[in-house]
Nanobody, 132 residues
Framework: QVQLVESGGGLVQPGGSLNLSCEASTFTLDLDYYCLGWFRQAPGKEREGVSCIDLGDGSTYYTNFAKGRFTISRDNGKNTAYLQMSSLKPEDTAVYYC???????????????????????WGQGTQVTVSS
């Protein structure tokens, strides 16, 4: 089992920035084989992948809308991932969920998208609202 604790989120004006963090903890699994990242879900829409970082080698994956605006990083000593979001738009408004899955970023690239089915553990979600 993996426990995920999220922090960050809130209300920001268009063009602003927000940071999210997610700390993963486990007593039984080797997190070096896990990708830790975020999905988001807006009202009435399906959950979609945002970005993921391989806790083993640090490689990253970004969904197209996140490229150039969002940056994911890690602190392996704390099994924590950080998502820096900038140039935020109203369409970025959603609940953001931290997730961990035993999948590599290379496999996600080959699949072409982050699919929720490959992520076994989920955080409680944090609201991000972009509005003036």
């Amino acid at each position: 089992q993996v426990q995920l604790v999220e922090s960050g989120g809130g209300l920001v004006q268009p063009g602003g920035s927000l940071n999210l963090s997610c700390e993963a903890s486990t007593f039984t699994l080797d997190l070096d084989y896990y990708c830790l990242g975020w999905f988001r879900q807006a009202p009435g829409k399906e959950r979609e992948g945002v970005s993921c970082i391989d806790l083993g080698d640090g490689s990253t994956y970004y969904t197209n809308f996140a490229k150039g605006r969002f940056t994911i990083s890690r602190d392996n000593g704390k099994n924590t991932a950080y998502l820096q979001m900038s140039s935020l738009k109203p369409e970025d408004t959603a609940v953001y969920y931290c997730a961990a899955g035993s999948i590599s970023t290379a496999t996600i690239e080959a699949i072409g998208t982050m699919r929720p089915m490959y992520f076994d553990y989920w955080g409680q979600g944090t609201q991000v609202t972009v509005s003036s």
